[in-house]
Structure formats: structure tokens, C-alpha cells
């Protein structure tokens, strides 16, 4: 039996209050666009890489632009054989310092590095990252994916809808499962196949996000993220 193997199936529900349990960013810094993941795409996120594939339990997971914590300590939570959480600014990790002391979790395989994750190496089995859309420093989330596709065998990274779809994000609010399989943009496909990798599904899900910065008119947002699971097809 392998070290890891779980004892037992943790309910998507659990693992939603898990996550609501932590603390969010107090100054969030809109250059980095640092908006915490809402716990339910959190949740389906880590669900599928857990349970649909497999890529969390006994794994070593890396959280590339980790913010509050919230998918690492997710990781951990699921089983995760160790974490590492990297963001570039010191004042949102201190926040996940403290979420990784209050969740009870045996921290000794979480780790936290201030820094630009270029400074990344090593090798892990699976990468989890939400990263900046490029809204404010366009085309951030590309310098993820090359780093997510050099470090990690399989990858599973939030990207914006191309766009805007209201239809869609009634859809989803009205659908049991608050996931649609999509097809992946053009343009990311060939992204990620010209660094090596092969996008194995897209799922389309709902974000909703609470009133964070002043040019954010109304009290909450929606929108759609799409979902890339990105399998590596080198050895290196
Ligand atoms: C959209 S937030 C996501 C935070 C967290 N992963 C979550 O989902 O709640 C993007 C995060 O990436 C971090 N970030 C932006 N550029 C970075 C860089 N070059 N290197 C490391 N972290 C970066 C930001 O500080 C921010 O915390």
C-alpha cells in the first residue's frame, strides 16, 4: 500500500469550509491583480486533481503566485506529500504563513518563498496555479505556464474565458456540477504544445469574487475562469 494512500474520500463540502476558514489579503495590490480564489473553484480545482486524476495525494506539489495559500494548503489538506508556495510579495505570504499555522495541518511539508518565480527550480509532480490574467501587466499568465511547463508534470492553471458570456455564466450558476467542459483557446493550445505540453481538458466554472478594489463598481463580481489540465510530454 502506497505511503499516501488516502484513508478516505474528503467531501468537496469539507473542503470548501476548509478554505473559507482562512484569511484573505487585507491590502491586495491591484498590479498584481491579487484576487483570492473563491473556495468553490478552488475546490472543483483541487477535486479534479485529486480525485479525477490523481496528480494530489502522496504528490509533490508546487503553487506557483500562491497568494493566501488557499490552493496549497488545499493540497496539503488532501494529501499532498509536500507544497511549496511561492509569491513575490512578502506582505499576501505572511497571510499564508498565518493560514498555515491556523489550519492545524503539520506544517513541516508546507513551504513558502518570497519571490518572482523565475527563481523557481526543482522538479514536482503537479503545479497549481491562478495567475495574474494579464489585466494589468499584459500576457502575465504566459511567463506561468513556460514555468508551470519547466517544473511540474502536470499542470492545472486558471485562465480567463476569451470572452465575456452571460449566458454561460448563468449556465453554470444554474448547473449542479458549476463546470462545463470548453475548448481550449487557439492560441493557448499552440502556446502550451510549443513549450511541451498538451492540454488534456478546459473546464469552464464561475468565479464570483467579493468587491476588492475601488474600480470594482458592484459589492460582488462573476465571471467565467477556464480551467487548463496540461500534461508535460518530456522527460527531463
Ligand atoms: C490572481 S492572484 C492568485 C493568488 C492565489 N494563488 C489564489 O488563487 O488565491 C496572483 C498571485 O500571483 C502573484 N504574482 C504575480 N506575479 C508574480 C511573479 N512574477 N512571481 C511570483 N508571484 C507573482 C501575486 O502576488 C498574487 O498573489
Redesign the pocket.
Known amino acids: 500500500m502506497a505511503e499516501y494512500a488516502q484513508k478516505r474520500i474528503i467531501r468537496k463540502l469539507d473542503l470548501e469550509l476548509f478554505l473559507s476558514t482562512m484569511r484573505v489579503n487585507p491590502t491586495p495590490k491591484v498590479a498584481?491583480?491579487?484576487?483570492?480564489?473563491s473556495e468553490s473553484v478552488a475546490a472543483t480545482m483541487l477535486y479534479i486533481a485529486a480525485y479525477t486524476n490523481n496528480d494530489i495525494i502522496g504528490k509533490r506539489v508546487l503553487?506557483l503566485?500562491?497568494?493566501?495559500g488557499?490552493?496549497s494548503l488545499g493540497a496539503a489538506f488532501l494529501g499532498a506529500k509536500n507544497v511549496l508556495g511561492?509569491?513575490?510579495?512578502k506582505d499576501?505570504l505572511k497571510v499564508a504563513v498565518t493560514n498555515s499555522q491556523n489550519t492545524g495541518l503539520t506544517t513541516n511539508n508546507i513551504n513558502w518563498v518570497n519571490g518572482?518565480?523565475s527563481t523557481v527550480n526543482g522538479c514536482f509532480d503537479t503545479v497549481l496555479q491562478?495567475?495574474?490574467f494579464g489585466v494589468q501587466s499584459r500576457n502575465?499568465d504566459r511567463a506561468f505556464l513556460v514555468k508551470a511547463l519547466a517544473s511540474g508534470k502536470m499542470i492545472y492553471s486558471l485562465h480567463s474565458h476569451p470572452q465575456v458570456d452571460k449566458r454561460l455564466i448563468n449556465m453554470l450558476k444554474s448547473s449542479r456540477t458549476c463546470i462545463f467542459v470548453v475548448q481550449p483557446s487557439v492560441f493557448l493550445k499552440r502556446f502550451v504544445e510549443q513549450y511541451g505540453g498538451v492540454v488534456k481538458a478546459v473546464y469552464a466554472a464561475l468565479m464570483t469574487i467579493p468587491k476588492m478594489f475601488d474600480f470594482h463598481t458592484k459589492t460582488s463580481h462573476d465571471f467565467v475562469v477556464d480551467l487548463y489540465v496540461i500534461e508535460r510530454n518530456f522527460v527531463e
Open positions: 498584481l491583480e491579487q484576487y483570492t480564489i503553487d503566485g500562491c497568494g493566501t488557499r490552493l511561492v509569491d513575490i510579495d499576501v518572482d518565480i491562478n495567475p495574474p502575465a
